[in-house]
């Protein structure tokens, strides 16, 4: 292995093993017991690939544009999903995340957006698993790298808590602020701020705090 992959996948792991333990302190916060509760992430991958499609864009009967922006959101939320699959496993978060470093730095090499993202779907439908192979290829095609799906991970695990600490579960959280949907107030939010910053979670919470309505 050369120095310079060697470098990449250490980063990577790195990565990956801090939004493994953002996800299950997520997961914890819906459900002590997630881990018991028998919830379907595989379905939920495959229902966001269907999704993503639309965004995507996949009739030949008319024409379509592309929106990569929410293309790309649809990915973070699939990411999410695949982890909590990943932690449902016997490994370590430890090898989990040396797993998924290979895996999301090796792709298959899919040149076809609408094929990666039904290999990533038919995983989840045939052998309820994340394929992450397919995202990487997904997110490949989408000029999407690691340390972007790390940016947009680490905004929307930090909106998800929001979500639930302003009342998401008994439904009185708002959704749309001052004219915008909260993705959207998070996706401007977290291109003012150093995602490489230790306390980049802490700010952006604050962020979001002080832009929400009242």
């Not at 916060?29 to 499609?53: F, H, K, P, Q």
Request: hydrophobic share 40%; with cysteine; aromatic share 10%.
């Amino acid at each position: 292995m050369s120095e310079k992959l060697s470098t990449a996948l250490s980063i990577a792991e790195k990565q990956i093993s801090q939004m493994l333990t953002m996800q299950d302190a997520m997961n914890s916060r819906v459900s002590d017991t997630w881990r018991a509760n028998g919830y379907e992430w595989y379905r939920a991958i495959w229902v966001e690939c269907a999704e993503m499609l639309d965004h995507h864009g996949w009739k030949w009967w008319k024409h379509q544009e592309i929106d990569i922006a929410q293309v790309q959101l649809e990915l973070v939320d699939i990411f999410h999903f695949g982890l909590s699959l990943r932690l449902l496993s016997t490994d370590s978060a430890e090898l989990i995340a040396t797993d998924l470093a290979k895996e999301l730095h090796q792709g298959t090499g899919e040149s076809d957006f609408k094929l990666a993202l039904e290999n990533l779907a038919s995983a989840a439908v045939s052998n309820k698993a994340f394929d992450a192979k397919a995202l990487a290829d997904c997110m490949s095609l989408m000029n999407m790298d690691l340390d972007e799906l790390f940016r947009q991970y680490v905004g929307k695990n930090t909106l998800n808590f929001f979500r639930q600490d302003h009342g998401y579960k008994d439904g009185s959280y708002i959704k749309e602020w001052h004219g915008e949907e909260d993705n959207e107030v998070l996706a401007k939010l977290v291109n003012t701020l150093d995602a490489g910053a230790d306390d980049f979670q802490q700010q952006l919470y604050k962020a979001l705090e002080a832009k929400y309505p009242k």
